[in-house]
């Protein structure tokens, strides 16, 4: 597959994992209670893929020192005790892992939107950002080592193309475990490290989000979707409840009145044709993405894996 990377704020790792799970709460302060667990170790960070996917280059470690600057968003958060992410494994990944640092040379293509629908796998963003905190977005691909603490096998057997993102290190696996606003849960959008992806529009209207996910419990269920910097209060708090421990899709909005999400609320508005930034920010660790669909349809509820990958153009 093959968009390419334009600015790498924070390098992705890719490895074959043993783990995952997270923390959960509604912005205002309402809490997931669940559980799951697993483990691993870092190799090396890997590219953005797309349509056109290339390979090559040396690995470049992730920085461990990443600050556990508070976010806000969790009444009940403590002090910050887990930390940075563990320092990586500087060697270089497997043949089999397609670890790759360094941007391919197209990377400024977008995913194309036709027919009022666009489909992107969620390791094709062009841009990874922990955004100051200590947890990171990680690819995850079979034949490479993991990042610990992560408590759960590895998903990739039903993951779309055999990969997916997800965020590390994973400390809160169950109601509990410790939540650390800021640290392993990330109340708003905006909050947490982000993915970003360049969508192409060629039809403006409301766009409904439909995403694939793999949750284990109620601490690894939910993350929030954004538009061209914006974190508008239609795309914050995805959340899955039904379809564990399989990947499952949902467009469904955590609330007050039902924890469980209520269907067709995630939506983002695109109000212009032409290039966009689709992003993803963490609201709880251990969240596992494969994939997402933006669709005018609102009936439109995608089985299996879902539909092909759209196509990418330059801008």
């Known amino acids: 597959m093959g968009l390419q990377r334009h600015a790498i704020i924070a390098p992705i790792l890719i490895f074959a994992l043993t783990a995952g799970c997270g923390s959960g709460e509604l912005g205002g302060g309402m809490h997931d209670s669940d559980a799951a667990a697993g483990g691993g170790d870092l190799v090396a960070p890997g590219d953005v893929a797309g349509t056109q996917q290339s390979d090559g280059g040396a690995p470049a470690p992730l920085d461990g020192t990443l600050s ?23 060697s270089p990944a497997g043949a089999d892992s397609g670890a790759d640092s360094t941007p391919p040379s197209a990377s400024n293509l977008a995913f194309e939107e036709q027919n009022g629908r666009v489909v992107v796998e969620a390791e094709h963003f062009f841009e990874n950002d922990a955004n100051g905190k200590p947890r990171q977005w990680y690819v995850w691909k079979p034949g490479a080592a993991g990042v610990k603490p992560d408590p759960d096998p590895e998903h990739t057997a039903g993951a779309s193309g055999g990969s997916y993102i997800e965020g590390l290190p994973d400390t809160r696996v169950t109601a509990s475990d410790t939540l650390t606003s800021g640290v392993n849960f990330f109340g708003n959008g905006g909050q947490g490290p982000i993915v970003r992806y360049r969508v192409w529009f060629n039809q403006t209207g409301r766009y409904y989000v439909r995403a694939r996910a793999y949750s284990t419990g109620a601490e690894d269920n939910g ?7 914006t974190w508008p209060a239609s795309g914050e708090r995805i959340q899955w409840c039904s379809g564990k421990n399989q990947w499952t899709w949902s467009g469904a909005q955590r609330t007050a009145a039902n924890h469980c999400g209520e269907a067709d609320k995630i939506y983002l508005d695109v109000t212009s044709k032409g290039l966009h930034v689709i992003a993803f920010s963490m609201r709880e660790d251990g969240f596992e993405l494969d994939r997402f669909v933006l669709t005018i349809d609102k009936a439109f509820n995608p089985s299996g894996a879902g539909p092909a990958e759209s196509a990418t153009r330059k801008p």
């Open 223 to 229: 993350i929030h979707v954004g538009i061209d910097g």
């Open 68 to 90: 556990a600057a508070d976010a806000g968003g969790g009444e009940d958060a403590a002090p910050a005790t887990d930390g940075a992410p563990p320092a990586p494994d500087s």
